[in-house]
């Protein structure tokens, strides 16, 4: 079962794909814009501010009502639906956080995984 998307499973996401094509800071020079993807109606919510700005990063706060679980005393979301994980789109299509890490790995990640070196250690 997956664990319902939270402030702090956000914040723990972004420090595992940290590094990687996973996270807004790496990717959005290539042109993804995060979002939210609600797995039980197929249905992509690009992150956005309260306000309706897009955001440059997953924001729970700008979410809509039927999705929101849950909010503190000033009002912020603190937990969504279950069905709901982070992602990102581009050029119309969705793309989990997995997907889009493994998409952006660049050549220098590519060579590395591929090298004697890395391929003795993982046979160790």
Sequence with gaps: MRLTLTQTSLALETAHYRGTGGVSENNRS???QPAFIDRETKTVYWSRFPDGRLARCHLLDG???ELVRARDEQGCVT???SSVLSGFVHDG???TRDEAAAL???PSEL???R???TLLRKAA
């Design 30 to 32: 290539r042109g993804f």
């Design 63 to 65: 979410l809509p009502a």
């Design 79 to 81: 937990r969504v639906k």
């Design 93 to 95: 299509r969705s793309y």
């Design 104 to 106: 952006l790995v660049s």
């Design 111 to 113: 060579d590395r995984s």
């Design 115 to 117: 090298s004697p070196d």
